[in-house]
Nanobody, 124 residues
Framework: QVQLVESGGGLVQAGGSLRLSCAASGRAYSGYTMGWFRQAPGKEREFVTAISWSGGTTYYADSAKGRFTISRVNYGNTVSLQMNTLKPEDTAVYYC?????????????????WGQGTQVTVSS
C-alpha cells in the first residue's frame, strides 16, 4: 500500500503562484509514476501532469504547459507541483496519484493510489 497526502492548497489571486506537495509513505514508493489531477465542481477529474519514477519523463496537459512544473524531491518520496500565473479556471481540488505504470499515464483509470485532495482557489 502507498499512502499519499497533499498539502499547499489555498486561495490566491489570478497571476499568483502556489506550490503543492504530495508526501508518500508505504512500500516501494520511489518506483511509482506520480501524477496530479484536478476536479472542478460539476466536472470530470482531469489530468494535469505526471512524472516517471526516475523524474526523467514528464507530461503536461495543454492547460498546464509553460505554467506548471512537476518534480520529485526527497529521494522521490515527495512530488511537488509548482503552479505559476494561476487563472480562475485553475480553481479545483487537486489530487496526487501513484501508478504502477513505468511510462506516466494520462488516464486516471491507470492510477492505483490517490490522495485526499487539496483545494486551490484562484480569484479574479
Amino acid at each position: 500500500q502507498v499512502q499519499l497526502v497533499e498539502s499547499g492548497g489555498g486561495l490566491v489571486q489570478a497571476g499568483g503562484s502556489l506550490r503543492l506537495s504530495c508526501a508518500a509513505s508505504g512500500r516501494a514508493y520511489s518506483g511509482y509514476t506520480m501524477g496530479w489531477f484536478r476536479q472542478a465542481p460539476g466536472k470530470e477529474r482531469e489530468f494535469v501532469t505526471a512524472i516517471s519514477w526516475s523524474g526523467g519523463t514528464t507530461y503536461y496537459a495543454d492547460s498546464a504547459k509553460g505554467r506548471f512544473t512537476i518534480s520529485r524531491v526527497n529521494y522521490g518520496n515527495t512530488v511537488s507541483l509548482q503552479m505559476n500565473t494561476l487563472k480562475p479556471e485553475d480553481t479545483a481540488v487537486y489530487y496526487c496519484a501513484a501508478s504502477y505504470k513505468s511510462s506516466p499515464p494520462r488516464s486516471r483509470y491507470e492510477y492505483h493510489y490517490w490522495g485526499q485532495g487539496t483545494q486551490v482557489t484562484v480569484s479574479s
